[in-house]
């Protein structure tokens, strides 16, 4: 069976990656208002090919920004039942000036596929789609039954999937998800997921004097709105990267020590890891933890960004009124984004400077999450990897989030299976994203053989 799905994919490499690249070409940028009309061509190119592959039920459902696309294929009594997400929005792909080629013509470059969202996550999401068009090209029909949930707002908070997963359990029904959206560990070597940090990703707003004053004629007297807010986010960190907001770490639950001793064992040089993937002069952080477990298994704080006052060309000496800082944290297991967000605005308020207001405003929160690698398809799924590949599976955690995982382990009781096939320096969110190419055909076949032992 797998030999003829594997010659399928063999035969059709060039049309699927053809395929692939026209899907690309679609900027759907979901947090781009502009861009709202290529978000919706992407959700139907998404069920164009749901259906040329075979699917049924194809819906194309409105949400209160970018469409959601279902489709399903029940005709396997008996047989378990596979829920595949994956989404078809992008990160803007800002700075364009440094893109070697234009961000949405996918150009083919030393065996690499470079384009916006060519990793994360249209090619992901399209390995998913091909293999079932391998299959049902192969053998007539399908081992197990099918559903697919499609987003286009991963990128920005996933609001509207988040709600309708849990408004329609019952439709969405299944025994276990499958999401490609990450990566190996390293190159050509099998790696399944199980574990996801959570995020909470907030704006902090500060407000200073009623309108930006002059430096010269009220310096020394009227509050900054931007040194308050660096004044107050420099206490909340402090310079080994241990967060200091009371309450926020408290429960977080270490690795298990057998997690520990699978993590010394992956193959991992430091150094290359600041070189290559960094790219800074020296790795941070809690000195007292592995760089693993800084990524994997701690909580963080990152400011992304702070606005405010006169950025232009040259100079304008003013005290700015008004100041905005994007702030998020990743969260792990036993932190919950209720009690984060508490500690968050708590902390906030009691560490406004003097003559600053401030507001707290949440933009998205999502749990951490743990995968049981015991579970009987997690152990399919790492025999179909291993066969494709030929080595045995390694199983890590992600630094990510990917807030639908927690979405279905809440409301639909399942598991998700994490199969990527990106990697490490694809550059996701960066300009010259890349997927291998190769990769993408492992995936196909991986994806096929997956669905095929599972079904058995």
Same mark, same amino acid.
């Given at each position: 069976?797998?030999?003829?799905?594997?010659?399928?994919?063999?035969?059709?490499?060039?049309?699927?990656?053809?395929?692939?690249?026209? +899907?690309?070409?679609?900027?759907?940028?979901?947090? =781009?208002?502009?861009?709202?009309?290529?978000?919706?061509?992407?959700?139907?190119?998404?069920?164009?090919?749901?259906?040329?592959?075979?699917?049924?039920?194809?819906?194309?459902?409105?949400?209160?920004?970018?469409?959601?696309?279902?489709?399903?294929?029940?005709?396997?009594?008996?047989?378990?039942?596979?829920?595949?997400?994956?989404?078809?929005?992008?990160?803007?792909?800002?700075?364009?000036?440094?893109?070697?080629?234009?961000?949405?013509?996918?150009?083919?470059?030393?065996?690499?596929?470079?384009?916006?969202?060519?990793?994360?996550?249209?090619?992901?999401?399209?390995?998913?789609?091909?293999?079932?068009?391998?299959?049902?090209?192969?053998?007539?029909?399908?081992?197990?039954?099918?559903?697919?949930?499609?987003?286009?707002?991963? #990128?920005?908070?996933?609001?509207?999937?988040?709600?309708?997963?849990?408004?329609?359990?019952?439709?969405?029904?299944?025994?276990?998800?499958?999401?490609?959206?990450?990566?190996?560990?390293?190159?050509?070597?099998?790696?399944? &997921?199980?574990? %996801?940090?959570?995020?909470?990703?907030?704006?902090?707003?500060?407000?200073?004097?009623?309108?930006?004053?002059?430096?010269?004629?009220?310096?020394?007297?009227?509050?900054?709105?931007?040194?308050?807010? /660096?004044? %107050?986010?420099?206490?909340?960190?402090?310079?080994?990267?241990? /967060?200091? /907001?009371?309450?926020?770490?408290?429960?977080?639950?270490?690795?298990?020590?057998?997690?520990?001793?699978?993590?010394?064992?992956?193959?991992?040089?430091?150094?290359?890891?600041?070189?290559?993937?960094?790219?800074?002069? #020296?790795?941070?952080?809690?000195?007292? &933890?592995?760089? +693993?477990?800084? /990524?994997?298994?701690?909580?963080?704080?990152?400011?992304?960004?702070?606005?405010?006052? +006169?950025?232009?060309?040259?100079?304008?000496?003013? !005290?700015?009124?008004?100041?905005?800082?994007?702030?998020?944290?990743? =969260?792990?297991?036993?932190?919950?984004?209720?009690?984060?967000?508490?500690?968050?605005?708590?902390?906030?308020?009691?560490?406004?400077?003097?003559?600053?207001?401030?507001? @707290?405003? @949440? =933009?998205?929160?999502?749990?951490? @999450?743990?995968?049981?690698?015991?579970?009987?398809?997690?152990?399919?799924?790492?025999?179909?990897?291993?066969?494709?590949?030929?080595?045995?599976?390694?199983?890590?955690?992600?630094?990510?989030? !990917?807030?639908?995982?927690?979405?279905?382990?809440?409301?639909?009781?399942?598991?998700?299976? =994490?199969?990527?096939?990106?990697?490490?320096?694809?550059?996701?969110?960066?300009?010259?994203?890349?997927?291998?190419?190769?990769?993408?055909?492992?995936?196909?076949?991986?994806?096929?053989?997956?669905?095929?032992?599972?079904?058995?």
């Amino acid at each position: 069976m797998s030999q003829a799905t594997d010659a399928f994919v063999l035969q059709n490499q060039e049309r699927f990656l053809d395929e692939l690249k026209e +899907f690309i070409r679609i900027p759907s940028v979901s947090t =781009l208002p502009e861009n709202a009309g290529d978000a919706a061509r992407a959700a139907q190119f998404v069920a164009g090919s749901l259906k040329a592959a075979g699917m049924e039920n194809i819906e194309i459902i409105a949400t209160a920004r970018h469409p959601l696309v279902y489709a399903d294929w029940l005709h396997a009594p008996g047989k378990p039942t596979v829920l595949c997400y994956g989404h078809y929005d992008v990160q803007p792909p800002d700075p364009v000036e440094e893109w070697k080629t234009p961000p949405f013509e996918p150009t083919e470059r030393d065996g690499n596929l470079y384009a916006r969202g060519s990793s994360d996550d249209k090619g992901q999401l399209y390995m998913h789609i091909k293999a079932i068009e391998t299959l049902r090209s192969v053998h007539g029909t399908l081992p197990l039954n099918l559903k697919f949930i499609v987003e286009g707002e991963e #990128e920005v908070g996933g609001a509207s999937i988040s709600k309708y997963v849990a408004e329609n359990p019952d439709k969405l029904k299944a025994d276990v998800a499958l999401v490609s959206d990450t990566a190996l560990y390293a190159d050509g070597m099998p790696t399944l &997921c199980i574990g %996801l940090r959570g995020l909470v990703y907030t704006e902090v707003e500060a407000s200073g004097p009623s309108r930006d004053l002059h430096s010269g004629l009220y310096g020394g007297t009227a509050p900054n709105a931007i040194f308050g807010l /660096i004044e %107050l986010l420099a206490k909340a960190k402090d310079a080994s990267g241990r /967060i200091l /907001i009371p309450g926020m770490c408290d429960e977080v639950a270490p690795p298990a020590p057998a997690e520990k001793a699978s993590w010394d064992s992956l193959p991992f040089n430091p150094r290359e890891f600041l070189e290559k993937e960094v790219g800074s002069s #020296e790795l941070t952080g809690e000195a007292d &933890c592995t760089v +693993f477990e800084r /990524i994997w298994a701690r909580p963080t704080m990152e400011v992304h960004g702070i606005a405010g006052g +006169f950025t232009g060309a040259g100079a304008k000496t003013v !005290i700015p009124a008004k100041a905005t800082a994007k702030v998020s944290f990743r =969260l792990v297991p036993n932190q919950t984004p209720e009690k984060v967000i508490a500690a968050w605005k708590e902390f906030v308020a009691r560490n406004t400077p003097a003559g600053i207001r401030t507001e @707290v405003r @949440v =933009l998205s929160a999502a749990p951490a @999450v743990l995968v049981d690698p015991d579970h009987p398809a997690i152990g399919v799924a790492a025999r179909a990897f291993a066969e494709v590949l030929g080595r045995p599976t390694v199983f890590i955690r992600s630094g990510g989030s !990917i807030p639908i995982v927690g979405e279905f382990a809440k409301h639909l009781g399942i598991p998700t299976i =994490l199969l990527g096939l990106g990697l490490p320096d694809d550059g996701l969110h960066s300009p010259n994203e890349k997927f291998k190419v190769g990769n993408f055909y492992l995936g196909i076949r991986t994806v096929a053989r997956f669905f095929a032992q599972y079904g058995a």
